[in-house]
């Protein structure tokens, strides 16, 4: 029988490419949604290889909430691969 006691744990991964004036507003809706849910959670964000400052907005969320985790990859890898990247 599974251990009731524990909450469920999330993940959600969220690639991205090219976004940060968008960052802010996608973190907030989350965290909001998240909230009213009582599980634990993390979110995921990939950078996929931005050019703009979308990896500095990421890592400054995950510099002031524990919850999230920026991951960078180098070049453009596509959809797909980030995703992967946020599921390693």
């Known amino acids: 029988m599974p251990d009731l006691t524990t909450k469920p744990t ?3 991964v969220v690639p991205f490419h090219n976004e ?3 960052i ?19 979110l995921v964000f990939v950078d996929d290889g931005s050019t703009d ?9 995950a ?3 524990p919850r999230v985790t920026a991951v960078r990859l180098r ?3 596509g959809q797909t691969a980030a995703l992967a990247a946020g599921f390693a």
């Open 10 to 12: 999330l993940s959600i």
């Open 20 to 22: 940060e004036d968008n």
């Open 24 to 42: 802010t507003e996608l973190y907030a809706r989350l965290h909001s949604v998240m909230e009213d849910v009582e599980w634990e959670y993390q």
């Open 53 to 61: 400052l979308t990896y500095k907005r990421l890592s400054d969320l």
């Open 63 to 65: 510099a002031i909430d």
């Open 75 to 77: 070049r453009n890898f």
